[in-house]
């Protein structure tokens, strides 16, 4: 993973014109591509609201066509109803144009293989190894086509007809690929939907509202008496939802939710649930207590995803509100989420704020810098050694990650512990040692 250049966490990403995220790069990567596919066959390609995504959905299509690709748009799409395509269409490849969660300045590029599934490690590091210097000129032609109206009617197909009849729902699609989709879904199963960020204009995406940005849902969902509120982010591959007293339920809490139950079932297969690092120990001890067992990976969805195929589980996801059904969708989907939390309400007959009290979480404390440069965790002693110190001082009852995001330029430190106190006093060491070593650059 260290040895990539360009690729995250979650594709390329960065802000739009600068070195990576411009018309001539994503011509090229497109190019890359289709070199390492080898072989003839369709590329779908969708995009968010950005008003970047057009430009640079066609440059990616001229370098997929320069490399022998025929690449085909679906235009404004969210990420699970592209992914969904390439699989039930046989594609070649799938490509997203987004920035995901990001504010609208940025933008990016993240590519789905057969079947649908995000690329590995080693799948990307050979496409950078085949970036050519230059895409020679051709045609610019690209072919057009639907993915939403399949994909609207694939979820509305999760519930029973009229399942949502009398319920009010308050929806926040973040200005983003959502907008069209999920409030369809939710209308068509009866639901009153009121809607916040549902305006796009490409320049508003994840501007103060979205799944990074719950505040303004929980409020609504106050106002309005909604039995429950659903975030997305920009692109529809997360969800966060807020019960009906106004309370946020993260990733964290989604997945020990529908894992209980499905334990509580006998339906959850394995008895395995998939979460990354960053997920509460709370999770852990709730899954046990259910009889089941938890798997942990790297940061990332699409680790989630490999170490759900290997284990052969079907639920994983991330505290970010990544949430994998693999049995309905090959990657991480905000909307299928959102149907899976409501199923559980409606077998259960109980309101969400009395589901999420499954999970008991640890005490936390996180916190993101910006550093001027990431410079190798190894190098740096200070921190090395109060990392060390604390969790020789916490004997096994909590931990800490230390971490650089894999999308932007960031540090994130993570503390859990026995009490509140021992991590507020933690991750303010951190901190400290972090200053001490690393230039942080004032800013969010």
Known sequence: MSNRKYFGTDGVRGPYGGPVINEQFAERLGLAAAKAVGKPGRVLIGRDTRESGASLLAAVARGLRAGGLEPVTLGIAPTPAVARAVGKEGARLGVVITASHNPAADNGIKFFGPGGIKLTDSEELRIESLLPAEVPPGSSAIATTDACAAYIAATRALLPAAALAGWRVVLDTANGATCATSPEVLRALGAEVS???????????????????????????????????????????????????????????????????????????????????????????????????????????????????????????????????????????????????????????????????VLRKFPQRTLALRVVEKKPLENLRTLTATIQAIEAEMRGQGRVMVRYSGTEPKLRLLVEGPSDEIVKSAIGRLEAATRAELSVAPGP
């Not at 549902?198 to 103060?208: E, K, Q, S, T």
């Not at 709370?282 to 942990?296: E, L, P, T």
Request: a negative charge.
């Open 195 to 357: 809607g916040l960020g549902a305006a796009p204009n490409g320049r508003n995406i994840n501007d103060g509202v979205g799944s990074e940005h719950p505040a303004p849902l929980a409020a609504q969902v106050l106002a309005r008496g909604a039995k429950l509120g659903v975030a997305h982010d920009g692109d529809g591959d997360r969800c966060v939802v807020c019960d009906e007293l106004g309370g946020v339920l993260d990733g964290d809490e989604i997945l020990t939710i529908l894992a209980t139950h499905a334990l509580a079932r006998g339906s959850l297969v394995r008895e395995t649930l998939v979460v990354t690092q960053q997920s509460n120990l709370g999770v852990d001890a709730a899954v046990a207590a259910a009889g089941g067992r938890v798997i942990r990976t790297a940061v990332g969805d699409r680790y989630v995803s490999e170490a759900m195929r290997e284990a052969g589980a079907t639920l994983g996801g991330e505290s970010s509100g990544h949430i994998i059904c693999s049995e309905i969708s090959p990657t991480g989907d905000g909307l299928v989420a959102a149907l899976k939390v409501i199923e559980v309400m409606l077998a259960t007959g109980k309101p969400l704020s009395e589901l999420r009290r």
